[in-house]
């Protein structure tokens, strides 16, 4: 079955030290992916995408996220975390050519000790 | 910056009465959704509008949902009979174009109470 799977439901990094947040899909082909945030009374917000290309791609907040075909994974990460990056965050697919929704994981909730 | 805005924030009803959940778009968005987040769970796709029409439904939009462009700026999302189950946070989304080669953009959400 297609799915989009967060391993991690919470997760707490200090202030400064690195991230990664990971997502792994199950599609028959690779899907469009995205990562979203949404902080406390927000909104979903986008923070990076990715449709094809460079497997490398760049966010905003100085997020980036690496698509691992190898590996159905599309991994979040930041080189160093601030307090405000605390929120939780959505790893989103959109299977190829099968539509305009958009499937999310079950969210991982970011803490950020000071 | 554009943004897509939602009425109200917090909608308390009784089981059984209907709600009208509303939103705007962003002006020259053609693509507009709703998705929903019960509590604890995943978002999930409810439906999607395009050309005064849905384009894509998921099984949960059964026929006590239904979607309207009233005019040309307001989206709703309107549940004939509430139940219980469907108290949840409702997300309405807008894009230019397809997702996948256009973002969708999302509003604050409102939470509904059904009692």
């Known amino acids: 079955a297609q799915s989009v799977t967060q391993p991690d439901i919470h997760i707490t990094v200090s202030e400064g030290a690195s991230l990664e947040l990971r997502c792994n899909y199950s599609y028959g082909a690779t899907p469009y992916l995205f990562w979203y945030v949404q902080s406390p009374g927000q909104g979903l917000q986008l923070l990076l995408k990715y449709f094809s290309g460079d497997t490398l791609v760049q966010g905003i907040k100085g997020f980036e996220a690496e698509f691992k075909r190898s590996q159905s994974s599309f991994n979040l990460r930041k080189p160093s975390v601030h307090w405000s990056d605390a929120a939780e965050y959505f790893c989103a697919v959109e299977p190829f050519n099968a539509g305009n929704m958009l499937t999310f994981g079950g969210g991982t909730r970011l803490m950020v000790k000071p | 910056e554009p943004e897509v805005t939602q009425t109200p924030s917090h909608q308390v009803t009784q089981m059984g009465q209907e709600v009208i959940l509303r939103c705007v778009p962003i002006s020259n968005h053609l693509y507009f959704y709703w998705y929903r987040q019960i509590l604890g769970q995943k978002v999930e796709f409810l439906v999607s509008f395009y050309n005064n029409e849905i384009s894509e439904k998921s099984e949960i939009f059964d026929d006590q949902f239904s979607v309207e462009r009233p005019d040309g700026s307001n989206f709703t999302l309107k549940i004939r009979s509430t139940k219980l189950e469907d108290s949840a946070m409702y997300f309405c989304?807008?894009?230019?174009?397809?997702?996948?080669?256009?973002?969708?953009?999302f509003g604050p959400g409102t939470r509904l109470t059904v009692t």
């Open positions: 989304a807008s894009s230019r174009g397809l997702a996948g080669s256009y973002e969708q953009y």
